[in-house]
């Protein structure tokens, strides 16, 4: 039969096992929580680009749209002035 002291010991490394086995969990968990964070913050970043991209490309457009406008109502307005 194993001595108290012996008992005790063995008691303290399992309970010094199972905190080590906590503290590795709950890294691991920090670390999962970590990259779960990073991939989200790119993907709303990513779309942030795709949105900003889309509405230049609408505000060029709009912009050509505008101006090609311009260039008609000057050309009848040109043409009328010659009749």
Do not use: F, G
Not at 23 to 35: G, N, S
Not at 61 to 73: D, G, L, S
Request: proline share 1%; no cysteine.
């Amino acid at each position: 039969m194993p001595s108290k002291k012996v008992e005790e010991a063995r008691e303290r490394e399992k309970t010094k096992q199972q905190e080590q086995r906590a503290e590795e969990l709950r890294k691991a968990k920090i670390a999962k929580l970590r990259k779960a964070n990073k991939l989200y913050k790119e993907k709303i970043a990513e779309e942030k680009r795709v949105r900003r991209a889309r509405e230049k490309e609408e505000r060029e457009q709009a912009k050509a749209q505008k101006a090609t406008e311009e260039a008609e109502r000057k050309a009848i307005k040109e043409r009328d002035k010659e009749l």
